[in-house]
């Protein structure tokens, strides 16, 4: 009997991500877009946009509110491609915007890295505590996904964790549901500081696709300034793990 | 005429629905009940005039003949009806949703509370807003409260455990904090564009979701898909269900500390979704299913990557289930613990695996099969395990036992599915249509869950009057309440991992 569990555990060997932070993602992934410097935007590639994240003059995506589709790309005469390449991560919400023109290494190069104090202190050793504020289950999953065997973010020191009490940052994912509104609040308030807040995916740092939707109450967001934004519907784990480590200045 | 009688994913015109009172609407449910029929949806439409109207839709389904009857009843807000609950429990939560959104009371509903607590219902807004929770007297009782922010990554919800010591003699669920209002974004600017919206009803079952959505746009405009568009739908429907089962027995494997069967269960996983995502460019389907076929081809190359990842998946699954269903340890645990027995399952109407664990023969792919479903019908082995012995214990055992069957299921009619892509060369998206004029329709998907619902009014513009979704979570939240009943409070976790439920597909 334990020969067949040995087996079945042999014939997986390694399934671990060897370096999170060169790996590449599937070529079909839809990731930084590429928008071309002459090019315009018609109304109707405007009007595909989920949630309402293009913009015409300038020509520019937000990926604070792109969920990646792919609708604008597939426009007919579309300036926009989207490439795989996943680094998105961001550290203040303009940066996020996404001009005609601008290459990933100027997008990328714009995300800051934390304050040497927050380096010292979580450089080696960082506890999240997860808030799910009314989002759909798939940014929940992509963040557990970022401790499994294949991503083990555990390996440079990024663990989650059970009580806001043990934690050194409240990763936010959703959009932000008026009857969540105050257990958000609470478990912020619950963190000790220094504490950094993180935002994952469109529906957090944008209201996503129910930006416009009077069920949401995202007063907590006017009240607290994120540190780090996770563009994404959702975002890759490998997104997730690099704009983590990118502010902690151990990224690329 | 009292009900009309419809196919799956069929529309009729509104105004052809039977206009019945509630009281004849509940003797119709009963007479359905005997005859083998199951509730499947309530929802109210508001009517235009006169204002204040309700029109009631009922929705039963015929898994025998493959049909669905509906009926309507007229209605005023705030008017009271004879409560159909105490004689069918299945109607306990679609009648606190008639008087949430639009004041109707049932009357001698044995508990009556609010939903999920949306901006606009008749009810608190507020789910903690002067509701007080079941309770019960004792001198040794005691209870657990935990939520609504949960020790993992999971969505949130409250859970108020009644306890006598260590045994569970009720658990109240409380759940509402996920509310988003997604119907009614349904609701604005035109249907065709809500793909996105669809797979976010629930992002772990977004194929089902985009399906059932998908489907209902094509009823209401009329439009059919390409045969291959319908295979590929179905390959991704399979690689969801493989996927999602394959995590949640890692999660009972991680709940018992069967670290073995957590890590490898979920390293298959990831090699399923990362397929997806070879497949579409999402490792959860986003993007692949939209209304009029899907959005992405299988070449030849993509064809060559399942097939492999599923030959790879069913051999290694299958291997390592071996030796978790064989694990005297694992036994213990899983064995007698959470049940549901078949008879309770019916009362509640169970859906999807869990309902199939208890017995309930209910699977939309085999009694209500559309596209590939009903061109290539599927083949199960669920039910039976390898000793011939039926898995219909109702407990964690069969829960678990069941999604290691359907995982071979769906890896094995993936394979086929891969073999019918070179006889339909017809195209994968064909124009979809307007929706029409004052409509009703009606689109069930099987996801990984169960039954996925959607269903839409339509108004004299083909505008929506009523998006209306039913996930399989809305009757399985409360086969878990049951389901702990008479366990211990640390069985809990268990228990919840296998039905795995949606909160945000719940609260809507």
Same mark, same amino acid.
């Given at each position: 009997?334990?020969?067949?569990?040995?087996?079945?555990?042999?014939?997986?060997?390694?399934?671990?991500?060897?370096?999170?932070?060169?790996?590449?993602?599937?070529?079909?992934?839809?990731?930084?877009?590429?928008?071309?410097?002459?090019?315009?935007?018609?109304?109707?590639?405007?009007?595909?946009?989920?949630?309402?994240? !293009?913009?015409?003059?300038?020509?520019?995506?937000?990926?604070?509110?792109?969920?990646?589709?792919?609708?604008?790309?597939?426009?007919?005469?579309?300036?926009?491609?989207?490439?795989?390449?996943?680094?998105?991560?961001?550290?203040?919400?303009?940066?996020?915007?996404?001009?005609?023109?601008?290459?990933?290494?100027?997008?990328?190069?714009?995300?800051?890295?934390?304050?040497?104090?927050?380096?010292?202190?979580?450089?080696?050793?960082?506890?999240?505590?997860?808030?799910?504020?009314?989002?759909?289950?798939?940014?929940?999953?992509?963040?557990?996904?970022?401790?499994?065997?294949?991503?083990?973010?555990?390996?440079?020191?990024?663990?989650?964790?059970?009580?806001?009490?043990?934690?050194?940052?409240?990763?936010?994912? $959703?959009?932000?549901?008026?009857?969540?509104?105050?257990?958000?609040?609470?478990?912020?308030?619950?963190?000790?500081?220094?504490?950094?807040?993180?935002?994952?995916?469109?529906?957090?740092?944008?209201?996503?696709?129910?930006?416009?939707?009077?069920?949401?109450?995202?007063?907590?967001?006017?009240?607290?300034?994120?540190?780090?934004?996770?563009?994404?519907?959702?975002?890759?784990?490998?997104?997730?793990?690099?704009?983590?480590?990118?502010?902690?200045?151990?990224?690329? | 005429?009292?009900?009309?009688?419809?196919?799956?994913?069929?529309?009729?015109?509104?105004?052809? !629905?039977?206009?019945?009172?509630?009281?004849?609407?509940?003797?119709?449910?009963?007479?359905?009940?005997?005859?083998?029929?199951?509730?499947?949806?309530?929802?109210?439409?508001?009517?235009?005039?006169?204002?204040?109207?309700?029109?009631?839709?009922?929705?039963?389904?015929?898994?025998?003949?493959?049909?669905?009857?509906?009926?309507?009843?007229?209605?005023?807000?705030?008017?009271?009806?004879?409560? !159909?609950?105490?004689?069918?429990?299945?109607?306990?939560?679609?009648?606190?949703? +008639?008087?949430?959104?639009?004041?109707?009371?049932?009357?001698?509903?044995?508990?009556?509370?609010?939903?999920?607590?949306?901006?606009?219902?008749?009810?608190? %807004?507020?789910?903690?807003?002067?509701?007080?929770?079941?309770?019960?007297?004792?001198? =040794?009782?005691?209870?657990?409260?935990?939520?609504?922010?949960?020790?993992?990554?999971?969505?949130?919800?409250?859970?108020?455990?009644?306890?006598?010591?260590?045994?569970?003699?009720?658990?109240?669920?409380?759940?509402?904090?996920?509310?988003?209002?997604?119907?009614?974004?349904?609701?604005?600017?035109?249907?065709?564009?809500?793909?996105?919206?669809?797979?976010?009803?629930?992002?772990?079952?977004?194929?089902?979701?985009?399906?059932?959505?998908?489907?209902?746009?094509?009823?209401?405009?009329?439009?059919?898909?390409? %045969?291959?568009?319908?295979?590929?739908?179905?390959?991704?429907?399979?690689?969801?269900?493989?996927?999602?089962?394959? $995590?949640?027995?890692?999660?009972?494997?991680?709940?018992?500390?069967?670290?073995?069967?957590?890590?490898?269960?979920?390293?298959?996983?990831?090699?399923?979704?990362?397929?997806?995502?070879?497949?579409?460019?999402?490792?959860?389907?986003?993007?692949?299913?939209?209304?009029?076929?899907?959005?992405?081809?299988?070449?030849?190359?993509?064809?060559?990557?399942?097939?492999?990842?599923?030959?790879?998946?069913?051999?290694?699954?299958?291997?390592?289930?071996?030796?978790?269903?064989?694990?005297?340890?694992?036994?213990?645990?899983?064995?007698?613990?959470?049940?549901?027995?078949?008879?309770?399952?019916?009362?509640?109407?169970?859906?999807?695996?869990?309902?199939?664990?208890?017995?309930?023969?209910?699977?939309?792919?085999?009694?209500?099969?559309?596209?590939?479903?009903?061109?290539?019908?599927?083949?199960?082995?669920?039910?039976?395990?390898?000793?011939?012995?039926?898995?219909?214990?109702?407990?964690?055992?069969?829960?678990?036992?069941?999604?290691?069957?359907?995982?071979?299921?769906?890896?094995?009619?993936?394979?086929?599915?891969?073999?019918? +892509?070179?006889?339909?060369?017809?195209?994968?998206?064909?124009?979809?249509?307007?929706?029409?004029?004052?409509?009703?329709?009606?689109?069930?998907?099987?996801?990984?869950?169960?039954?996925?619902?959607?269903?839409?009014?339509?108004?004299?513009?083909?505008?929506?009057?009523?998006?209306?979704?039913?996930?399989?979570?809305?009757?399985?939240?409360?086969?878990?309440?049951?389901?702990?009943? =008479?366990?211990?409070?640390?069985?809990?976790?268990?228990?919840?991992?296998?039905?795995?439920?949606?909160?945000?597909?719940?609260?809507?």
């Amino acid at each position: 009997m334990v020969f067949r569990l040995l087996k079945a555990r042999w014939r997986h060997g390694s399934q671990a991500v060897p370096d999170p932070i060169a790996a590449q993602v599937d070529p079909m992934f839809r990731g930084f877009p590429d928008i071309a410097k002459e090019g315009t935007l018609s109304s109707e590639t405007v009007a595909l946009c989920p949630g309402a994240a !293009l913009s015409v003059n300038p020509v520019a995506i937000d990926l604070g509110k792109c969920h990646l589709c792919g609708a604008c790309s597939r426009a007919a005469n579309s300036p926009i491609r989207l490439s795989s390449r996943h680094h998105l991560g961001q550290t203040k919400r303009d940066a996020l915007i996404v001009t005609a023109g601008t290459s990933f290494e100027q997008y990328h190069a714009r995300a800051e890295k934390g304050r040497a104090e927050i380096r010292r202190l979580f450089g080696r050793s960082l506890r999240l505590r997860s808030v799910s504020a009314a989002g759909c289950s798939a940014c929940e999953m992509e963040l557990n996904a970022t401790t499994n065997a294949n991503f083990d973010m555990l390996r440079y020191g990024i663990d989650i964790v059970a009580s806001p009490r043990h934690a050194d940052a409240v990763i936010v994912t $959703g959009p932000v549901s008026a009857n969540m509104a105050d257990a958000l609040e609470d478990t912020w308030s619950a963190t000790p500081s220094p504490k950094l807040l993180i935002l994952m995916g469109a529906c957090a740092i944008s209201g996503g696709l129910f930006a416009a939707s009077p069920a949401l109450d995202r007063r907590f967001l006017s009240d607290h300034t994120p540190d780090i934004y996770i563009p994404g519907c959702p975002p890759h784990p490998l997104t997730v793990v690099n704009a983590i480590l990118n502010y902690l200045g151990r990224g690329i | 005429m009292d009900r009309v009688l419809l196919k799956n994913r069929a529309a009729i015109p509104f105004d052809d !629905l039977p206009k019945i009172s509630y009281q004849a609407m509940g003797d119709i449910a009963i007479g359905c009940l005997c005859a083998g029929l199951r509730p499947v949806a309530l929802f109210g439409v508001p009517e235009e005039r006169p204002a204040g109207a309700v029109r009631i839709i009922a929705l039963f389904a015929d898994d025998v003949k493959g049909t669905l009857a509906v009926t309507s009843v007229h209605a005023e807000r705030g008017a009271t009806v004879p409560s !159909l609950t105490p004689s069918i429990p299945a109607f306990h939560l679609f009648e606190r949703q +008639l008087w949430e959104e639009f004041g109707i009371v049932p009357q001698d509903h044995p508990w009556l509370k609010p939903v999920r607590y949306p901006h606009d219902g008749h009810t608190p %807004r507020r789910v903690e807003e002067g509701y007080r929770y079941f309770a019960m007297n004792g001198e =040794e009782s005691h209870e657990v409260a935990v939520g609504p922010v949960h020790a993992g990554v999971i969505e949130p919800g409250h859970f108020r455990f009644l306890c006598d010591g260590e045994r569970v003699n009720h658990l109240e669920i409380q759940l509402g904090y996920q509310h988003r209002g997604a119907e009614r974004l349904f609701r604005t600017g035109p249907l065709a564009m809500k793909s996105v919206l669809a797979e976010s009803v629930s992002g772990d079952a977004a194929v089902a979701h985009a399906t059932a959505y998908a489907g209902l746009v094509e009823a209401l405009g009329n439009s059919a898909i390409p %045969r291959r568009a319908a295979v590929i739908r179905a390959i991704g429907l399979e690689l969801e269900r493989a996927g999602i089962h394959l $995590g949640d027995l890692s999660a009972l494997c991680n709940d018992i500390g069967y670290l073995p069967g957590t890590q490898l269960f979920a390293v298959m996983r990831t090699d399923i979704i990362n397929t997806s995502l070879a497949l579409c460019g999402s490792r959860f389907g986003r993007g692949l299913i939209a209304p009029g076929g899907v959005m992405h081809d299988i070449d030849e190359k993509k064809k060559e990557r399942i097939a492999s990842t599923v030959r790879r998946v069913r051999d290694n699954a299958g291997l390592l289930a071996a030796s978790v269903f064989d694990n005297q340890n694992v036994l213990a645990r899983f064995e007698k613990t959470g049940t549901v027995d078949t008879a309770t399952a019916r009362a509640i109407g169970l859906v999807g695996p869990a309902g199939r664990a208890s017995g309930l023969p209910c699977d939309i792919r085999l009694t209500h099969p559309t596209d590939a479903y009903s061109d290539h019908p599927l083949i199960k082995t669920v039910l039976q395990n390898g000793e011939g012995k039926a898995a219909i214990s109702g407990d964690v055992y069969a829960r678990a036992f069941v999604r290691h069957q359907e995982i071979q299921d769906s890896l094995r009619y993936i394979t086929e599915l891969l073999g019918r +892509l070179d006889a339909v060369q017809d195209g994968i998206a064909a124009p979809v249509e307007r929706p029409r004029a004052g409509m009703v329709a009606f689109s069930i998907t099987e996801g990984w869950r169960g039954e996925t619902l959607h269903a839409a009014v339509t108004g004299d513009q083909g505008e929506t009057l009523r998006y209306y979704i039913k996930d399989a979570s809305f009757h399985n939240w409360f086969g878990l309440a049951l389901a702990v009943r =008479e366990n211990g409070v640390s069985d809990f976790p268990l228990c919840n991992k296998s039905f795995n439920l949606s909160y945000c597909g719940f609260d809507l």
